[in-house]
């Protein structure tokens, strides 16, 4: 296994809500940034949320601003996200991914050549 792995994709009803676990390991996770991405069948890889090493800054997709929660627990080395009203277009894989340059607004415009990255977990919304 890698240093990050995800957990929590299931298949959940439209309006429905989940929680995404990302557990890292191996690495110093207080100096990480923290992000989660999604994939939907046939699209490229697309920016969730991030949250900075002290949980003090979050950013956002406009497309899940509202309705998804971005959270770490530095004694835990987690980090979580909390999807709530679920849309039939919010089904991907989600990825949780870990920088130790990159900034909460970085991360977004620029993905590439991130540090660490996931396996990846799915989540499918039924409508």
């Known amino acids: 296994q890698g240093p990050l792995v995800e957990s929590g994709g299931e298949l959940v009803q439209a309006g429905g809500s989940l929680r995404l676990s990302c557990e890292v390991s191996?690495?110093?996770?207080?100096?990480?940034?923290m992000a989660w991405f999604r994939q939907a069948p046939g699209k490229e890889r697309e920016f969730v949320a991030s949250?900075?090493?002290?949980?003090?800054?979050?950013n956002y997709a406009e497309s899940v601003k509202g309705r998804f929660t971005i959270s770490r627990d530095n004694a835990k080395n987690t980090v979580d996200l909390q999807m709530n009203g679920l849309k039939f277009e919010d089904t991907a894989v989600y990825y949780c991914a870990a920088d130790y340059q990159k900034t909460t607004t970085t991360i977004m415009v620029y993905p590439e050549g991130v540090d660490f990255w996931g396996e990846g977990t799915l989540v499918t919304v039924s409508s």
């Open positions: 949250i900075s090493r002290n949980g003090g800054i979050t």
């Open positions: 191996r690495l110093t996770f207080s100096n990480l940034l």
